[in-house]
């Protein structure tokens, strides 16, 4: 900027009145610039903060006793797993391709201690557990699968077979899950003996080639009986979302020999055709006896590549005060609550030692099994159960995703896996935790009527979660704590559906969703493991319902009212308590303590479950004992270090002789009052698909859960002693922070000081190249 005075000749007035004006101009320009620097020097870099939350944990200080829940460290299943390669007559492979011929260390997991002990050290100064881990070895050589227990930790030098003790059963060879070693000889396999074979067909009917290849996708369980390992694999184009590019063709493998060179084709499917072998399809296509399938491009509708430059961030919540949480090794500390937590590779993410107030609520929240059961006509989908324990729930925990996955400010914590390689996989970011902000009150009141005033709390909730993408699908698991005193588990399913080629008549099992795709219908079923602990090991079961009654009306002789009544039992057996999804059952459930709140009542937990399931598979079918746990919306047990999951690794591959039939453990009909009960929670979901399922399941509506609730366990609601509770009163100014900090918030806030983004999940992703 500068000023212009004219050169020209001009009357004098005229000049001067342009100098005045220029250095009016100059003067006005300066101070702006000194108001500027002014202001500029006396504002703080960054906003002025709101000081650090100091009573967020109530005084409450990490100890190291949720250790004994700890999964193993990275050193310890390296251990482990030199340990076991050294003992040489397990004569273990160290590849990760092994043969199924071979033997292979499939799994190191932590081997939970026996509950007594470890209370005993919780509660009472006793011993530390000794700390164990439990492998797990496929033999192919003696032809049978072994678990092992392995101690001490660190440093191990024992172990001890203890199959027979688990399981009360030898377990079958073929009762095995299949390793990365058994898919690459698969793999091979269909590339030489299926798409070699009928090479000609596959180019014509779908564009084959090198480049643009097939890709499989194996339906379950393998076979009709015990001792079955064949697999139909049907084939979808190679691209992005291929679960919904089915191609129709399918192959039946006879994979029961551990020795590759034994395996079969035994039967063909192409565009809804049986052949008893591929030589038959190439003789019968060749001779023009076949309706054949042209090649078609298709449209990319499975790819999740945006289709327009993404341009939006959604609302951001960040901790204002900092972190109202804590975070060490495996505990957690928020508020009132404290908890411990782990991540199994097979059952997935669980919490132990779940205290609010210091109280222990429950020993152990986890999660235990997903199933789902397809319907279809071909035969790549219409046996399918998938029971996704058996090939890992936990396993799947991959990186999540900052802003998407979880909140962008969320605190994420590495986890570590051996299972089904070679070496201990670290899994980064594999777990979120966060405090957030539900954005509906906890609970408010606007009092209208004679004494006004406002009192209100937002439902922060402290969130713990893990995404476990198995094959297709996606399941996001959530703990959440509430600052009522309530534990909610939830789970939701996003992902892609799976789909088969659709034909004439298979529209009875599902909606056709995209070019020649019929979406499969399926249930979801989904187990959690409850261990509530209230006020001691020692509970009972009560269940709370209501009933009309007729009751005369004392005041009026003669005239009745029907009035809805409490009605009260307590459930005395595993028998009685094992509450069937087709029977009608009390609404209020309960784990209650003997001991009575202020008012007189039994203090209990309340289990809330919210499901929308399917049917469950018909009992006399014989895969139904390997999922019997979905026969019941709730069923109570006594506790047993024996009965420490409703599932097994093995009740896939060996589903009609499963090493876990969680209707076992209701057989022996224990009596449940005043014992140490566990409560096992079926949730789940109908799944028909449609056609907004393309190219992924949304979370909205897709899932279900339960709560647990506290039911007369305190004399009030305890959230009455939040530090976030706001307060307004028509006596106090409109602004004043007192009671609500919200006045001050505007004055006090920090900036959000944000984590960049970072993601490396593509690293612990299953290899099959040799
Ligand atoms: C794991 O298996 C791979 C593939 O066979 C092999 O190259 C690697 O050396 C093995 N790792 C160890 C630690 O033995
Ligand atoms: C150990 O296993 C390998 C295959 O991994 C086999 O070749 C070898 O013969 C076995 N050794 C013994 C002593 O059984
Ligand atoms: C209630 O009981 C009275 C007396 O037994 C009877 O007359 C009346 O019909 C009953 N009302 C209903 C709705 O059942
Ligand atoms: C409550 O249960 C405990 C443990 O079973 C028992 O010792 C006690 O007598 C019971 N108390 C009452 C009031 O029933
Ligand atoms: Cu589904």
């Known amino acids: 900027m500068g000023c212009y005075i004219s ?28 108001n500027i620097v002014f202001i500029i020097l006396h504002t703080p870099r960054t906003p002025k903060c709101a000081p650090e939350f100091q009573d967020a944990l109530k005084g409450k200080k990490h100890d190291d006793k949720g250790l004994v829940f700890a999964d193993l460290t990275s050193e310890e299943y390296t251990q482990v797993r030199d340990y076991m390669w050294s003992v040489s007559a397990l004569n273990i492979s160290r590849s990760v391709f092994a043969q199924p011929s071979e033997n292979v260390l499939f799994l190191i997991e932590l081997h939970l201690p026996p509950k007594s002990e470890v209370l005993r050290y919780l509660d009472k100064g006793g011993p530390r557990p000794r700390r164990e881990a439990k492998a797990v070895v496929f033999s192919g050589s003696k032809q049978s699968i072994s678990e092992y227990i392995v101690w ?59 480049s643009n ?15 079955d390992r064949q697999t139909w694999f049907s084939f979808f184009r190679d691209r992005s979302g291929f679960y919904i590019h089915p191609v129709g063709f399918e192959v039946l493998i006879n994979h029961r020999d551990t020795k590759s060179s034994m395996w079969k084709v035994e039967k063909a499917l192409y565009n809804g055709e049986y052949f008893a072998s591929l030589e038959e399809l190439n003789e019968k296509y060749a001779a023009g006896k076949v309706k054949k399938i042209r090649y078609k491009e298709s449209r990319d509708y499975g790819s999740l590549k945006p289709r327009h430059k993404p341009t939006g961030f959604g609302p951001l919540q960040y901790d204002v005060q900092g972190k109202r949480y804590s975070v060490r090794n495996n505990q957690v500390l928020y508020l009132d609550w404290s908890f411990a937590f782990g991540l199994s590779s097979l059952t997935g993410m669980r919490v132990f030692d779940i205290r609010f107030k210091g109280e222990r609520i429950a020993y152990e929240l986890s999660v235990q099994e997903a199933m789902s059961v397809y319907g279809s006509v071909t035969p790549g ?55 957030h902000n539900t954005g509906r009150p906890l609970r408010r009141h606007f009092s209208d009527f004679f004494s006004n005033s406002y009192g209100g709390l937002a439902n922060n909730v402290l969130v713990f979660r893990t995404i476990t993408a ?10 959440m704590f509430y600052q009522s005193g309530s534990v909610e588990a939830k789970v939701h399913a996003t992902g892609y559906i799976s789909s088969s080629y659709k034909t004439e008549d298979n529209l009875r099992y599902g909606h056709q969703v995209a070019e020649n795709t019929l979406g499969n219908i399926h249930t979801h079923f989904i187990n959690f493991k409850v261990d509530l602990d209230v006020l001691g090991r020692k509970n009972m079961f009560l269940t709370k319902d209501m009933e009309f009654v007729n009751v005369s009306l004392p005041w009026i002789p003669g005239e009745y009212a029907q009035i809805p009544r409490l009605v ?86 060996n589903i009609w002789s499963p090493a876990v039939d969680f209707s076992q453990f ?29 190219p992924n399941t949304v979370s909205v509506g897709n899932g279900g859960g339960v709560i647990l609730r506290p039911h007369n366990y305190f004399d009030e609601d305890p959230s009455m002693n939040s530090p976030d509770s706001v307060y307004i009163h028509p006596s106090e100014p409109a ?33 099959f190249e040799e």
């Not at 784990?591 to 289990?607: D, K, M, V």
């Open 7 to 34: 050169t020209e000749r001009q009357r004098t007035p005229k000049k001067m009145n342009t100098i005045l004006k220029c250095l009016l101009t100059v003067f006005v320009f300066a101070s702006v610039v000194a």
């Open 152 to 210: 001490p930790l660190p440093n191990p030098d024992h172990h001890q077979d203890v199959t027979l003790k688990t399981y009360n059963q030898e377990l079958h060879i073929n009762a095995r899950t299949v390793t990365i070693g058994e898919y690459v000889a698969l793999f091979k396999f269909v590339h030489k003996e299926v798409f070699g074979k009928v090479k000609t067909i596959l180019e014509e009917s779908f564009g084959y080639s090198e």
């Open 213 to 227: 290849t097939l890709n499989p996708f194996e339906g379950m369980p393998r076979g009709i009986q015990s001792g």
């Open 381 to 435: 989908m219409m046996l399918t159960k998938f029971i996704d324990s058996s090939i890992g729930i936990g396993r799947f925990a991959h990186e999540l995703v900052r802003g998407v996955d979880c909140p962008y400010t969320a605190t994420f914590v590495d986890t570590y896996r051996y299972i089904d390689t070679n070496f201990t996989q670290r899994f980064r970011n594999s777990i979120c935790i966060f405090e």
């Open 470 to 479: 198995i094959g297709n699908y996606d399941y996001m698991w959530d703990f």
């Open 568 to 653: 009260e039992r307590q459930l005395k057996t595993e028998g009685e308590a094992a509450l069937r999804y087709d029977t009608k059952t009390a609404r209020y459930l309960h784990i209650a303590s003997n001991l009575t709140n202020r008012w007189g009542h039994p203090r209990s937990y309340r289990l809330q479950v919210a499901s929308f399931t399917g049917d469950h598979l018909p009992e006399a079918v014989p895969e139904e004992r390997a999922m019997s746990w979905a026969r019941y919306k709730v069923a109570i047990t006594k506790y047993k270090d024996e009965e420490q999951t409703s599932s097994s690794l093995y009740n896939q591959n």
């Open 666 to 694: 209701i057989e022996d009909n224990e009596n449940i009052e005043s014992e140490d009960l566990v409560a096992w929670v079926t949730t789940g979901f109908l799944h028909i698909p449609h056609a907004e399922d393309i």
């Open 735 to 767: 602004d004043s922070c007192t009671n609500n900090r919200f006045a001050c918030l505007a004055k006090e806030v920090c900036a959000p000081s944000l984590p960049t983004f970072t993601y490396n999940g593509f690293e612990g992703v299953m290899k």
